[in-house]
């Protein structure tokens, strides 16, 4: 149980100590997590689990703090091998698009290892580049790029590291890796799939003529779609290329109209750069009527949670009510409203 009672009186003595530590925003939320140190302990717990528990909550403190300056500043996080050397096309690849993004005002996030990492931070800069690494036994340190700026934070587990790596960003570029660079690939196209992490854009960036991720495209379409594991179409969120620049425009253009979401009880409230027309509303409710559970795409001023808490309340916005199976297709109703004649120049 998440709200699991303590006894009362030690429920005061938590709020004692939150008094003498000065923690009043979101106490409860601290409360919470004390309360479930305290469980884990009455629990007898195993020893490890205990550890495992602790140093992920470390990681992440560690972590949310080296993010929390730059929170609002757009982030791209670049995947790719640690083995890829400085002469592979690949390498030349990971720091020209990185610098591109750089160029237009973006920070980049890697793994702060060697190879396709290493290229990213030197195509964005010290300035614009942050790391989350992995304590490995046998893999080197963290690059100097992102080390020497105390832009980095070191991870003991992968859980934690692709947790920020992943919830920082708001767009993704993957060049060909190994194991460690296709798990997070997969996990980026399941969250995306599952809708347990909001829209973003991602890019599988290959070398010029390269066949790397058409390889995989081809799997997925010959041997995962038609077997039904996925649906057809899964894939299509994804854009493969071979083009920095048009790895650039995908990654920018996917905020060209489309700012953010939130969820107001069962209602989906999409904010945008700029009020659509009430032709192009009707447009969007024909193209994308099935995806809704009841009613129409429409306008709608911010809710009472948005005013709440001020959140972009400047912004015009759409409202819907989303069928939670199709939620893995939000990506297609983002890219119409960018596409949208009423929507701001690239």
């Not at 009672?5 to 709020?15: C, D, R, V, Y």
């Not at 196209?189 to 081809?218: N, S, Y």
């Not at 400047?314 to 004649?341: E, K, Y």
Request: with cysteine; proline share 5%; hydrophobic share 45%.
């Amino acid at each position: 149980m998440i709200d699991e009672p303590l006894p009362e009186g030690l429920s005061a003595e938590i709020n004692a100590v939150l008094d003498e530590a000065g923690v009043l925003t979101d106490r409860r939320l601290v409360m919470r997590m004390m309360r479930t140190a305290i469980l884990l302990g009455e629990d007898d717990t195993d020893r490890l689990d205990l550890k495992i528990a602790s140093a992920a909550l470390a990681e992440m403190r560690d972590a949310f703090r080296l993010f929390a300056p730059y929170r609002g500043v757009r982030k791209v996080t670049v995947f790719g091998s640690a083995r890829t050397l400085t002469d592979d096309p690949l390498y030349r690849q990971a720091r020209d698009v990185a610098a591109a993004l750089a160029s237009d005002g973006w920070m980049v996030v890697t793994g702060a290892g060697p190879g396709i990492m290493q290229a990213a931070a030197e195509g964005a800069g010290p300035a614009l580049s942050l790391g989350v690494s992995i304590r490995l036994p046998f893999e080197e340190k963290p690059n100097g790029l992102v080390a020497g700026q105390d832009q980095v934070v070191a991870m003991k587990y992968f859980f934690t590291r692709k947790l920020m790596l992943i919830k920082e960003s708001q767009g993704f570029i993957c060049l060909p890796g190994g194991f460690g660079t296709l798990d997070e690939m997969f996990e980026l196209l399941t969250l995306q799939q599952t809708g347990k992490a909001e829209p973003m854009p991602i890019v599988l960036l290959d070398e010029t003529g390269g066949t790397f991720w058409r390889g995989l495209r081809r799997f997925i379409d010959e041997d995962l779609a038609p077997t039904g594991v996925i649906s057809e179409g899964d894939f299509d969120r994804v854009v493969i290329t071979d083009s920095v620049e048009a790895a650039r425009a995908e990654i920018t253009g996917f905020w060209r109209n489309y700012d953010s979401l939130r969820w107001v009880g069962d209602t989906l409230v999409l904010r945008l750069r700029s009020a659509p027309t009430d032709d192009e509303i009707a447009g969007l409710n024909e193209e994308f009527g099935a995806l809704l559970a009841s009613g129409r795409i429409e306008r709608t001023a911010p809710r009472a949670p948005e005013v709440a808490d001020a959140d972009a309340l400047d912004l015009p916005r759409l409202a819907l009510h989303l069928n939670q199976r199709q939620v893995g297709n939000l990506f297609r109703l983002i890219g119409a409203i960018n596409a949208l004649p009423s929507a701001p120049s690239a």
